[in-house]
């Protein structure tokens, strides 16, 4: 499902207060109070927001959400996202596809491009890519995450340093102003460290709500990226510090 624009405001004031009321929300947005509770039920059911007595919490930060959770979010912004960078890709390109379900919707979104030479650990990429004849890939081994349908570890990141390729292409647990790119799991940045360092240009999928999600581990800054596909930013600010930065910034702009 994809997230409303209120949905959206209220992960964010989730994240910066850890607890929010039924009846403060209901106030500040000047709609009832059956509508926000549908509002945080829907958050609930998707794992980002916890229910408690008379309104909502911060989930556990540590565990990130299943992969069917993922996938269901957002999922017509991650198509709009995909279908921009796919646009950039040209024919006979080198691709380090990375984790995470954003990825996936690019694997999909490639479907017409031809000889393209695809570096993965995310078995839904090369499940996808497995209907391409035209297009060659290489799946990288490692420890697999039954969860999120992946594979990590040591073998994986030393394997991909011994590439380089055109285009490297991640997501993110969660975006930071300060701290840049998080993720949940310590494998999980390895491996899309690995990409960043092994890619000519170094690209990041990631649509708005991954700036209401506050993971632990520092992946990178955003000084490690040369281009960034979202939906939109949370500021104008945001977005005018990321291309100070020498970023360039594509927001396909999809409403939620």
Known sequence: MNLNERQDRILALLNRQGELEVDSL????SVSSQTIRKDLNQLCELGLARRIHGGVSLPASALNLSFGSREQLNAGVKHSMARALAARIPDGSTLMLGIGTSVAHLARALSHHQRLRVLTNN???AGILCEQPDTEVLVIGGTLRHNDRDMVGEAVTRSLDQYRVDFGIIGAGGLD???GLLDFDPQE???SRA???NARQ???LADLSKWS???MVKVAGFDSLDLMVCDRLPTTE???SLQDLGIELIQTGQAH
């Open 26 to 29: 209901s106030e500040q947005f």
């Open 123 to 125: 078995l839904d990429v």
């Open 177 to 179: 102003p300060d701290a």
């Open 189 to 191: 940045a390895d491996v």
């Open 195 to 197: 990409i960043l360092r």
């Open 202 to 204: 170094r690209v990041l």
């Open 213 to 215: 999600r506050s993971p």
């Open 238 to 240: 945001l977005g005018q």
